[in-house]
């Protein structure tokens, strides 16, 4: 079982430079085995919402990827993962990483709606 600290999503800001760098799911990986994981409000809420446990959402990372990069959110990169539940069900997360102390920062999770995605990993075209 993994041990995760669990603490707020804060840290100094990076500098302009750092906006542009792609988060790397090995990134994500390896700071979730050494339990360096910030969890913001909104991702325990939706963990909650969906009745998620850390256990599943973190197997969904180590065994899932990235479909997704967002290199200019602030305050940190971050992208959208994909990956399956214990029992195979779909789920998606976005996650944060923080270069300066190696922290992951899980922002959110949910189970994508199929009716807006493609086999869960590309997004459909809205009509109109």
Known sequence: MLRVRRRRAR????THAEYTVAVKIEDL?????????????????????????????????????IIEEYPKDRPYPSCLVYGDSFEGEPMHSVWAYNQANGAAVFITVYRPDPERWIDFKERRPRDG
């Not at 840290?11 to 990076?14: D, E, G, I, L, T």
């Not at 390896?30 to 850390?54: F, S």
């Open 11 to 14: 840290a100094a800001c990076p």
């Open 29 to 65: 990986i390896r700071a979730i085995g050494e339990g360096n994981v910030a969890i913001t409000r909104h991702a325990e809420i939706e963990r909650r919402a969906d009745d998620l446990g850390y256990e599943e959402i973190y197997f969904s990372v180590v065994e899932g990827e």
